[in-house]
Structures are given as C-alpha cells and as structure tokens.
C-alpha cells in the first residue's frame, strides 16, 4: 500500500510511520516539521507565516496528496491536519483525534465546533485510543460505525524490566534508597506541583527517598521554588528531559512512577511505559485511568490535587516491597495483552487494507 500521513513530528507520529515502513509499505509524511526517517518520505509544508498560511497550507497540501496518489489518507489530530485532509477531498480518508481537537477546540467558538463536525463528516473512517472519547465524537456528529479504538501502545520490546541500573541511582541519590519518578511536561495541566507537596509529606516518614522529575517545561522555575520554599530541593531531583532511547532502563531503576495530570485523552504513553518497564503506578483519578489501573490490584488512583491522598499512597507502596514488586508484574502483563505497540499496528494494517479493497470496488 501506499500510505499518506498528515500530522506534526511527534513519537507517536514517528512510531506509526516507522512501522508501516518497515512493513514494506510505500510512507508519505507531510509535516510541518521536517524530520529525516528512514524509509519515509518526507514533505515539508511550511508557508512563510502570515494571515493566509492556513489557506496557503492546505493548498499546497492537497496538490502534494494529488500527486502522491496514495491508497490511503491518514490525518493525526482533526484541527488543523484532519482539515487538511478533509480540503484535499481525497478518499478513503482516515482521522484520528488526539484529545484536545475534540474535547476542548469545538467549545472554542461556533466556528471551531463547525470545523470539526466537517472533518468528522468527511472522514470515512476515525480512530482513537480511548473509549474516553467516543461519545463526544459522536456528540460532534461522527457516525458510531466509523469509530474503532486502536490505541498508540507501547513498544513492549524497547520497555521492558532492565534491572536497576547503579550509574542511574547514584547520580540521583544513593544506590538502594527509592525513588519516585514523573515524567509529565512542567506545564499546569499536569499538575507536578501537587506530586511536590506530596513529596514534602512522604520526606517526613521516610527521609531518605528521592522524587526524579523528569521533563521541561514554562512551570519548572516556579516548581524548583516550591521545592525550595518547602526545603526539600535535594530530595527533589529535576534532570531534564531523558533520551527516549536512555528511558526503559531508567525506568527500571526506579521504584514508583507517579502521574498528577488534570487530564489526558487516554492512557499516558508515559505511564504506559511505566508499566512496561514493570513499575507500580500512582495516577490522577479520571477518564480511562480506571480501566488501566485497578486499586489495590496495579496501582493506586487518587483524587485530582490532592497530595495528602498521592503521599500516603507512596507511602504504603514504599513500606510494601513486595507489593511494588507484584503490581509491576501485573502492570507489565496488562500493557503486554492489552496495550501492546505491534498489535495495535496489525490491526490497523488489516483496517487500512479493508478499507482501501472497498473503495476499488
């Protein structure tokens, strides 16, 4: 097949891409962002910027798509690449809503709501990688027969369990004292504050643990002075964004992944590989959180902003080895069945062929 892609460079743009490439498949990319991927080709489309971009944009994007001539048309996210491929009046079609392009662009203005109810229109197909999801596209006029659930997934042979790495631990703290990790973007929707003051409540029962924040972001200044203020900063580590290549045996040399987000689409790819990596879970309690992580079974789930209920949570987990150690085998089974970055990928390929044999009919 001759596949075309639509969408920003991201990991999980990059991840579909790369699969279906290595799948044998003719990949097309047209981005923004420019990136080299091997076995993809890649088109830049980025119009000097001015008022008309847009519209020069999704001219130049529907001649590129006239002459590609692909079997099939992928957007990733509805506004502004699903618009995108919706202008270029290619079919099949195929979109697939991030979170905020359907859950928070269309209370934006009648206008944004109109503009996603067209791509949802003219998509023939829409995928999404949770069930969170599907009622508001159906709100916003999709068609329940053309939605199927195929999650991003996590690469199950990259994140995998690598045993404690001592390098790691020691350039944080002291090989054999635990250690909590976030890996959330330093921004206000994922709430890294309230794992801070937690942070300030679990010191004062067991001193020696040490909190990795790992990430960047406009709130990391506010949140190194909160760390401060409270005089917990060399408990609280902040060491950057980590090399996605360098994450799973820095996971697995953790003991504790934490999530404080006020909001995700799904599953966090991040607490996803968390799992992977065999780590019991502390995450914020909404959405779909309860479908990956059962309390007491997996994981904990606590209240949005609340760092008492998040610090007596570490707390038990940290005093109960063995727990840690049982939820971390049940986390890596459920990612393994149930979230698994290949399985996904084979159903979208059968979906992808399915749907190109109907539209040569």
């Known amino acids: 097949m001759k596949i075309c892609y639509i969408s920003t460079k991201s990991i999980h743009t990059r991840r579909w891409v790369e699969y279906f490439a290595e799948r044998g498949h003719e990949v097309h990319l047209i981005t923004p962002d420019y990136d080299n991927i091997e076995g993809v080709k890649v088109h830049e489309v980025n119009p000097k910027a001015s008022k008309f971009s847009p519209f020069f944009k999704a001219i130049m994007i529907r001649n590129l798509v006239k002459k590609i001539k692909p079997d099939i048309l992928h957007a990733h996210q509805v506004v502004p690449f699903g618009l995108y491929g919706a202008l270029s009046a290619f079919h099949p079609f195929v979109v697939s809503p991030w979170g905020s392009d359907v859950l928070i662009f269309p209370k934006s203005s009648i206008i944004s709501k109109w503009l996603v109810r067209f791509v949802l229109n003219k998509a023939d197909l829409i995928t999404c990688d949770t069930d969170h999801i599907k009622e508001p596209l159906i709100e916003l006029g999709a068609e329940p027969q053309k939605i199927n659930l195929i999650y991003f997934g996590t690469d199950t042979q990259k994140f995998k369990p690598l045993g404690k790495d001592k390098k790691i631990i020691e350039e944080i703290g002291v090989f054999g004292y635990p250690m909590v990790i976030s890996l959330r973007t330093l921004e206000p929707l994922y709430n890294v504050e309230s794992l801070i003051a937690s942070a300030s409540l679990v010191l004062k029962e067991i001193p020696e643990v040490k909190f990795v924040i790992a990430g960047k972001g406009s709130e990391e200044v506010r949140l190194k002075d909160l760390a401060k203020s409270l005089g917990i900063l060399d408990s609280v580590k902040f060491v950057g964004l980590i090399p996605n290549n360098e994450l799973p045996q820095y996971l697995s040399s953790m003991d504790i992944y934490v999530s404080t987000s006020l909001s995700d689409a799904g599953l966090a790819a991040s607490t996803a590989e968390a799992m992977a990596c065999g780590l019991p879970v502390v995450i914020t309690d909404f959405g779909d959180n309860r479908k ?48 698994n970055y290949y399985k996904e990928m084979e159903k979208m390929e059968r979906i992808y062929t399915e749907l190109v044999e109907r539209y040569k009919r």
Do not use: C, Q
């Open 292 to 339: 990956w992580v059962e309390d007491g079974v997996n994981g904990f789930t606590v209240p949005l902003k609340d760092p008492k209920s998040l610090a007596e949570k570490i707390i038990y987990l940290l005093k109960n080895p063995a727990l840690r150690s049982e939820f971390g085998k049940r986390n890596r089974r459920i990612i393994e069945e149930r979230n």
